[in-house]
């Protein structure tokens, strides 16, 4: 299963709120998952099954979509934020398989 | 709190071999699946293996499979990674992951080890 992600990069200011779009090759149900991942840093889980916050996650964060397209929001964009933001499918396993990733920046 | 950390990682020449290990403590390590994933250089992440927890159910990425091992001791909390056959493409950071409530959903992962192929 493939994983497209929208765009690749994005710069935004803080309090903005921004989207990133991750389409499936097929149908996943909601078996899809975000990661985040700080420069300098490890990746990290952030969202699992479309929309369900991993613990610690601010409220801020946020995911929707099913089937082939899905979303994830961040509302009132903070400094911290800048990242690289990954989707996940894990629908069908194996393999585990990774969008090409979104590069967000604060303008 | 979960701590995940790996070791081993170097240069190594091509055909050459490096094991990995990743120390895990904070949550129950032989309860819960786990995986390698990496990073090559100013690439995305890529998915390498996979161990459940207590049956030991194992599977690969197709770019590894025949040349890279995981393998776990509950005992040691500790997971592995044998990688033989050595190939420049396998440059990369290698993270340890865990995964959450037994999914594919891996909400810890370690601070990675740098794996470079060259000769």
């Known amino acids: 299963i493939q994983l497209t992600q929208s765009p690749s990069s994005l710069s935004a200011a803080v309090g903005d709120s921004v989207t990133i779009t991750c389409r499936a090759s097929?149908?996943?149900?909601?078996?899809l998952n975000w990661y985040q991942h700080r420069p300098g840093t490890s990746p990290t889980g952030l969202i699992y099954a479309t929309s369900r916050l991993q613990d610690g996650v601010p409220p801020r964060f946020s995911g929707s979509g099913s089937g082939t397209e899905f979303t994830l929001t961040i509302s009132n964009l903070q400094p911290e934020d800048v990242a690289t933001y990954y989707c996940q499918q894990s629908f069908s396993t194996p393999p585990m398989t990774f969008g090409q990733g979104t590069k967000l920046d604060i303008k | 709190q979960v701590q995940l950390v790996e070791s081993g990682g170097g240069l190594v020449k091509p055909g050459g071999s490096l094991r990995l290990s990743c120390a895990a403590s904070g949550f129950a390590f032989s309860d819960s699946y786990m995986s390698w994933i990496r990073q090559a250089p100013g690439k995305g992440l890529e998915w390498v293996a996979f161990i459940s927890n207590i049956v030991g159910t194992i599977y690969y990425a197709d770019s590894v499979k025949g040349r890279f091992t995981i393998s776990r001791d509950n005992a040691k909390n500790s997971l592995y990674l044998q990688m033989d056959s050595l190939r420049a493409e396998d440059t990369a950071v290698y993270y340890c992951?865990?995964?959450?409530?037994?999914?594919?959903?891996?909400?810890?992962w370690g601070q990675g080890t740098l794996v470079t192929v060259s000769s």
């Open positions: 992951a865990r995964g959450n409530l037994n999914s594919w959903f891996f909400d810890h």
């Open positions: 097929q149908n996943i149900m909601t078996y």
